[in-house]
């Protein structure tokens, strides 16, 4: 069972925005930096946010990632058809010293 | 650009060690400031972290494999290694290796290699 929470699914139109959120404890989320990762069917993650909020090159800005407390969120707005992924978020957890993987969130785009 | 390519046995017998390879090409392990790391995918689940190794060999496993995993570095093949003992149905999953900074952000991805574990 994970450690980082996350609902399995989350859906919205063309253009529209969705979030999702990653909740957590004070010994991972609460204490370290948050990633984020865009599975689509088949393929690797990919990597779509670091360090809470950060996005690595050639991420377009309609990703977005913040965290307040013990608990993390992406946001993904003008929504396309090719978001239609599987998300994760991460982080390292100080007591199971071990980096933990959210449960996943099927995104659809209605 | 760096990439990583895992390699290894597809099939793996109850009770016997999973070993897989990933190796970096594009970049050096030596001297790098990230961390080398095994991520595996159980069919229809989602993602766990198996473990990290440096490369001046410093390790870091999951709680859940702890007892039964190593992993290694070769500088001299830049490669990274992963073995998994005893292993059980449990255990088959897709397998990737990765890289990642000190903030955890994994930027690099192997393809993934399927692994299953049967008689």
């Known amino acids: 069972q994970s450690v980082l929470t996350q609902p399995p699914s989350v859906s919205a139109a063309p253009g529209q925005k969705v979030t999702i959120s990653c909740s957590g404890s004070?010994?991972?989320?609460?204490?370290?930096?948050v990633s984020w990762y865009q599975q689509l069917p088949g393929t690797a993650p990919k990597l779509l946010i670091s360090?809470?909020?950060k996005r690595p090159s050639g991420i377009p800005d309609r990703f977005s990632g913040s965290k307040s407390g013990t608990s993390a969120t992406l946001g993904i707005i003008g929504l396309q058809t090719g978001d239609e992924a599987d998300y994760y978020c991460?982080?390292?957890?100080?007591?199971?010293?071990?980096?933990?993987f959210g449960t996943g969130t099927k995104v659809t785009v209605l | 650009q760096l990439q990583l390519q895992e390699s290894g046995p597809r099939l793996v017998k109850p009770s016997e060690t999973l070993s897989l390879t990933c190796i970096v090409s594009?970049?050096?392990?030596?001297?790098?400031?990230?961390?080398w790391a095994w991520i595996r995918q159980p069919p229809g689940k989602g993602l766990e972290w198996v473990g990290s190794?440096?490369?001046?060999?410093?390790?870091w496993y999951h709680p859940s494999v702890k007892s039964r995993v190593t992993m290694s570095v070769d500088t001299s093949k830049n490669h990274f290694s992963l073995n998994l003992s005893s292993v059980t149905a449990a255990d088959t999953a897709v397998y990737y290796c990765?890289?990642?900074?000190?903030?955890?952000?994994?930027?690099?991805w192997g393809q993934g290699t399927t692994v299953t574990v049967s008689s």
């Open positions: 594009g970049g050096s392990i030596s001297g790098s400031t990230y961390y």
């Open positions: 360090e809470n909020h």
């Open positions: 991460a982080t390292w957890d100080s007591s199971l010293s071990a980096h933990v």
């Open positions: 990765g890289r990642h900074d000190t903030p955890g952000g994994m930027d690099v």
């Open positions: 004070s010994s991972n989320i609460g204490s370290n930096y």
């Open positions: 190794v440096y490369h001046d060999g410093n390790t």
